[in-house]
C-alpha cells in the first residue's frame, strides 16, 4: 500500500498549525468465511467483511500544536526528575514501577488479581491464572525495554519476543505465542464472526508490512518522544498483530519508546494506572487516532504519563525511606543474618528461604533466625499457606505497588 507523502515538516518534523492533517483508516471490504461453524444464522452466511486499513507512517510528519508541544515538555522534565531522584533507590524502584505498570496494563483487559496472588505469580506459583496473566506482562515489558538498552533500535524480532513471554503459559493462545496472527481478528460484536464489530484490523498477510514501517516511525530520532510513544501505540493497536496480547505489548511499546530516547534511563513510568482508570476515555482517544486525530491521544498519553511521574517521585521518596524505618523495627546490626536480609529486601522484596540462603550465605539456622525476625518485626509477611517453601515479600513495597497505583488512578479522574 503506497502513501503519498504532503505538506512540508519544520525543523522539529512536526507540521505547523494549519497544514493538512493525519490521514484516517481506510475501509476495505475483504471476503469472509468462518474457519469452524457457530454462531448464530448471520454468523454463518457472513460473506464479507470490511478491515480497516491504517496508513503507513514509517516517514509521516507529525503536526502539533504548540501548548500541546509544551505540555510533552513539561511530562518530559517530570519524568526526568523522576529519573535523577533517589539514585540509591532506583533498582527497587524500578521493580515496583515495573511491576504497577503490568498490573495497571492488564487490568485494562479486564484481568484483576490481588497484590499479594500477583507476587505469588512472579514467584512461580500459578494457582491464580489473573496473576499468572500479569506476571507473564511483567515479563513482556522487562524483555521489551531491555531490548533497547543504550539506545539500541526496535527490533521486529524483541516485540514477537516479548509476545512470546506474554503468552507461552497461556492455555487458549500458547500456540500463537511469539508469532503475528494468519487470520482475521476483530474486536466486539459477535464472538463467531466479525458481524457489528466495533473494529477490524487490516487483513493478517498485511501485518508484516506494517509492523516493518511501524519499527521504522519507533526508531526514528525526530520526534517528540511522548508523541512518538502515543503514535507507536496507537498505530500498533489499530494493525492488530497478534491474535490476543495486542494491549499489553501495545501499552509495553510506550516505555520501550521512552527508554530509546533517552526520556528515561532507568525507570518505568506507569501510565496505565491513569489509563485503566479512564479506560473508555482511553479507548476513545484511540478510536479518533483511527478517524485522523491524533492529538487527542497524545494529549491523554502526556497527562497519564505527568501524573504518572509525578505520584512515582511520592513512591521514590517513601522507598528512600524504608531500610532506615525497617532496622528500627527490627533492631538489628548490620553483619548479622537480619541484616544481611534487610540489605538486599529492596531489590529482591519477594523471596524463598532458599533465595535467602544463597543470597546472603551463612548458616541456615541464622538465615532462618532472620527470616523469623523479620516477620516478628512486620517487615515482611508470608504469601503462601505452606508450611514448608514458604514465599516472603516486603510487606510496605507491596502496599506501597497498591498505593501508588491507587494514587495515580485518583489524580487522573
Not at 500456540?175 to 464472526?193: C, K, L, V
Not at 509492523?211 to 503514535?231: C, E, K, Y
Amino acid at each position: 500500500m503506497d502513501i503519498e507523502h504532503t505538506g512540508t515538516a519544520d525543523a522539529e518534523g512536526m507540521f505547523p498549525a494549519g497544514d493538512s492533517a493525519w490521514p484516517a483508516h481506510v475501509p476495505e471490504v475483504r471476503p469472509w468465511r468462518q474457519r469452524s461453524r457457530g454462531g448464530t444464522a448471520a454468523d454463518r452466511m457472513l460473506r464479507e467483511v470490511v478491515t480497516m486499513r491504517p496508513p503507513l507512517i514509517g516517514h509521516r510528519d507529525v503536526r502539533l500544536n504548540t501548548d500541546l508541544v509544551a505540555a510533552m515538555e513539561t511530562c518530559v522534565v517530570e519524568i526526568a526528575a523522576l529519573d535523577h531522584s533517589y539514585g540509591g533507590e532506583l533498582a527497587a524502584l524500578e521493580t515496583l514501577l515495573l511491576r504497577t505498570e503490568s498490573v495497571a496494563s492488564s487490568k485494562i483487559e479486564q484481568i484483576d488479581a490481588s497484590v499479594d496472588d500477583f507476587a505469588r505469580a512472579l514467584h512461580g506459583i500459578k494457582s491464580n491464572p489473573s496473576a499468572t496473566s500479569m506476571a507473564a506482562s511483567t515479563a513482556a515489558l522487562a524483555a521489551l525495554i531491555r531490548s533497547v538498552d543504550d539506545g539500541a533500535d526496535i527490533e521486529t524480532s524483541m516485540i514477537l519476543m516479548a509476545h512470546l513471554a506474554l503468552m507461552v503459559d497461556d492455555p487458549h493462545e500458547h500456540a500463537y505465542a511469539g508469532r503475528f496472527r494468519d487470520m482475521q481478528n476483530w474486536i466486539g460484536g459477535s464472538d463467531h464472526s466479525p458481524r457489528n464489530a466495533v473494529y477490524v484490523p487490516p487483513p493478517p498477510e498485511t501485518v508484516d508490512e506494517y509492523i516493518a514501517d511501524l519499527v521504522v516511525f519507533a526508531n526514528r530520532t525526530d520526534l517528540p518522544a511522548v508523541a512518538q510513544a502515543a503514535v507507536v501505540h496507537a498505530q500498533f493497536e489499530s494493525v492488530h498483530p497478534f491474535t490476543d496480547g495486542n494491549g499489553r505489548i501495545g501499552r509495553a511499546l510506550i516505555n520501550t519508546v521512552l527508554r530509546r530516547r533517552g526520556a528515561t534511563r532507568r525507570v518505568v513510568v506507569p501510565l496505565a494506572s491513569a489509563l485503566v482508570a479512564r479506560r473508555d476515555d482511553y479507548f476513545g482517544v484511540l478510536g479518533a487516532y483511527r478517524e485522523g486525530r491524533i492529538e487527542p491521544i497524545i494529549r491523554s498519553f502526556t497527562e497519564a504519563s505527568t501524573i504518572a511521574a509525578r505520584e512515582s517521585r511520592v513512591t521514590a521518596a517513601r522507598i528512600a525511606e524504608l531500610q532506615s524505618a525497617w532496622r528500627d523495627k527490627v533492631g538489628t546490626r548490620r553483619g548479622s543474618a537480619a541484616g544481611r536480609l534487610l540489605d538486599g529486601l529492596l531489590s529482591a522484596p519477594i523471596f524463598s528461604a532458599t533465595e535467602a540462603e544463597e543470597a546472603i550465605g551463612g548458616a541456615t539456622s541464622s538465615v532462618y533466625a532472620g527470616i523469623e525476625r523479620l516477620r516478628d518485626a512486620g517487615v515482611i509477611r508470608p504469601l503462601t499457606n505452606r508450611t514448608r517453601n514458604q514465599i516472603w515479600g516486603a510487606a510496605d513495597l507491596l502496599d506501597e505497588l497498591e498505593d501508588l497505583a491507587a494514587r495515580i488512578a485518583a489524580a487522573a479522574r
